[in-house]
């Protein structure tokens, strides 16, 4: 086990002294969203959670045109739901609000084109997700009361008095990106997760996949 660390970590270090191999910074802003089961009889809502991410990146050349960009950083995802329903006498309230904090991992195929001074850059590839915390704040209402009648907040990933079936830590999405690399070393670029793992806990036929979106900038060492 030792050795196969040492191997690796040699690997890592001769890529990232090959004078080809660019390792790069950046800083973003998400928006995340998700696509789940919605219960029969209740009407549902949903807007997106913001927040700021960033992390590392590298560049790695397999010809002119193409290059394996893998990179690694911080990102949330989660969605803010909010559930009505009635007996036609009572009307009922449930607010949802989850935010799930995540080490991501995209490794794309990149395509690179030259236009003047800029270089444009699409990409694709799959991406690994792994939760790390987070908050679960759910608060019930009954209608035209402003005071909650019930609150709670929680780790979504992990059991507790209010969760019986925490959601799943590994994440698995499909990634793309566009962006543009300047002579400077900067680049920007637009980033799209689209979850393929259903990371719903629950035993029911329930889903939950996260869908996230980020713009950001960063800057690349070296050449």
């Known amino acids: 086990m030792k050795k196969g660390i040492v191997l690796a970590v040699a690997i890592v270090a001769g890529l990232i002294g090959h004078s080809q191999i660019r390792i790069g910074v950046y800083g973003a802003g998400s928006l995340s969203k998700a696509s789940f089961t919605k219960d029969e009889g209740l009407a549902i809502t949903s807007k997106p959670v913001y927040a700021p991410s960033g992390g590392v990146v590298a560049d790695i050349p397999l010809s002119e045109k193409f290059s394996i960009r893998p990179s690694l950083g911080v990102i949330q995802k989660g969605v803010k739901a909010t559930a009505t329903g009635t007996d036609g006498t009572v009307t009922g309230i449930v607010k949802s609000d989850i935010k799930m ?46 005071d909650p009648l019930f609150t709670f907040e929680a780790n979504p990933f992990k059991k507790s008095d209010h969760i019986d079936e925490p959601f799943k830590r590994f994440d698995f999405s499909a990634s793309a990106m566009i962006g543009a690399e300047f002579k400077n070393g900067f680049f920007i670029s637009a980033n799209y997760l689209h979850g393929l793992s259903n990371i719903s806990g629950s035993s029911q036929d329930s889903k939950f996949r996260n869908r996230t979106a980020s713009v950001g900038i960063g800057y690349f060492f070296g050449r």
């Open 101 to 146: 904090n995540y080490a991501e991992m995209p490794v794309l195929l990149t395509f690179k084109k030259q236009a003047g001074n800029t270089t444009l850059v699409v990409g694709a590839g799959p991406s690994f997700g792994l939760g790390m915390g987070g908050k679960l704040k759910t608060a019930s209402y009954l209608d035209n009361i402003p």
